[in-house]
């Protein structure tokens, strides 16, 4: 427990920093014992999160500026009402408003049709229709505010933030007049072709992370354990869905990042119900099914690189590459370093990519809205943990679109012993 006169003497000496950062620090110094115990999470690093908490304590000023954004945010998330998937204006086909239901990016209305059907596609173009009668925005709001409220809990301890972040998640998975059944059988519709498709299980790819920020709750009274049982008997309900669906067997074949998505999803899932062995398996095919096949020799994704927005499906491809070698890293064998005979790995295929977010090179493919070097920033800091080479944390300091309170040095922080 720190004493009142060593908190006095620390909120003198952080007012000279910024007020607001030492209100954030402050609230950290206070909060209860650093030393919690942490469920075992399948992508992020318990250890780490500790580690960068006790650097917190001690004024550690590389995290100052992201725990004051966190907390700005956290702040700001307080006032998100809760979110359901009852509250679209379209009915699903079952006419049964609790099933999640969503509208294809790339699909405009046909101008060769007077009705417009069957809708054609557009690649990288957003209808701006989607989320008008849909329920994918809510979705993504309520993940992400889930996110940010756990992480700032996490840091401060505040249980206002806890208690919305359980609101959320009750509203959302738990209560009966307004959670949303477990599965995406109408995700991703396209009208005149389609009410649903297994490409729709793309926008659930932010459970495999949030099943960790959830599970920094542990410790609030605001999320009793029994609500936590709960949340995760609806994902073990939902990943039987994903495996056992015709939706979800026709997403496991995706030769794109569709599939790389849809093996972290079940890992990450598969893990948190219980059901290690099916997460052994997957990650085990991962190798060829996934690392081979879609990394090129010299580290190029070529499937990605086809897109029009290649540069962000490029990244994001490769953020689901490692997420499944962190998942596979809990379960104790490595994908980080593995290598095929003629060199294609994950580690190619960041470092392919280094370059053109350096400015090095110049994006030579497809990318019809705004290139964005920054987006390789998290990926970078998670190599140099990863492989303890300091050459991406260079790689690192030299991209343009930085703004030093990124949420990611909260979660992959560069430790003092990787010089």
Do not use: C
């Not at 509250?87 to 999640?100: A, I, V």
């Not at 009274?221 to 015709?246: C, F, G, I, N």
């Not at 219980?274 to 994704?301: H, S, V, Y």
């Not at 110049?362 to 809205?369: D, V």
């Amino acid at each position: 427990m720190t004493s009142l006169r060593p908190v006095r003497f620390e909120r003198i000496w952080l007012m000279r920093i910024t007020p607001l950062l030492a209100l954030v620090v402050v609230i950290v110094l206070e909060s209860r014992s650093l030393a919690v115990e942490l469920p075992r999470l399948v992508i992020l690093d318990a250890n780490g999160l500790i580690q960068i908490k006790e650097r917190l304590q001690n004024r550690d000023p590389p995290f100052g500026t992201a725990l004051t954004k966190l907390n700005r945010d956290a702040e700001r998330a307080l006032d998100v009402k809760p979110l359901s998937v009852t509250e679209k204006n379209l009915s699903p086909p079952t006419g049964d408003k609790h099933d999640y239901m969503s509208i294809a990016p790339y699909w405009w209305p046909n101008p060769a049709t007077p009705n417009g059907l069957p809708f054609i596609r557009r690649d990288g173009e957003v209808n701006p229709e989607r989320d008008r009668s849909s329920d994918r925005r809510r979705l993504e709001n309520m993940t992400q505010t889930v996110q940010t409220l756990a992480l700032g809990y996490f840091f401060t301890a505040r249980e206002d933030y806890a208690a919305r972040a359980a609101k959320l998640l009750r509203v959302w998975f738990l209560d009966s007049a307004t959670k949303m059944n477990p599965h995406l059988k109408y995700a991703q519709a396209v009208p005149g072709r389609n009410t649903g498709r297994g490409a729709g299980i793309i926008e659930t790819h932010e459970f495999a992370e949030l099943i960790d920020f959830v599970s920094l709750l542990k410790n609030s009274k605001a999320w009793p354990a029994r609500e936590h049982q709960q949340w995760q008997d609806w994902m073990k309900t939902y990943l039987t869905w994903l495996v056992e669906s015709a939706e979800g067997k026709a997403e496991a074949k995706a030769e794109n990042n569709h599939g790389t998505w849809y093996d972290v999803q079940v890992a990450a899932l598969a893990i948190f119900t219980a059901r290690d062995e099916l997460a052994k398996n997957l990650l085990t095919d991962f190798r060829d099914k996934r690392i081979a096949a879609q990394i090129q020799p010299d580290g190029r994704q070529a499937r990605e690189l086809t897109r029009t927005r290649a540069w962000d499906y490029a990244i994001f491809n490769l953020e689901a590459l490692f997420d499944a070698a962190s998942i596979a890293e809990t379960l104790g064998f490595d994908l980080w370093n593995y290598q095929t005979s003629d060199g294609r790995s994950i580690r190619k295929a960041l470092d392919w990519l280094i370059p053109f977010a350096t400015g090095e090179s110049k994006w030579a493919h497809s990318q019809i809205t705004p290139f964005q070097p920054e987006k390789l920033g998290p990926l970078l800091r998670r190599a140099y943990v990863a492989y303890r080479d300091p050459a991406y944390e260079r790689a690192l300091s030299k991209l343009k679109g930085l703004t030093g309170d990124e949420r990611w040095e909260l979660l992959y922080a560069k430790m003092p012993q990787l010089k």
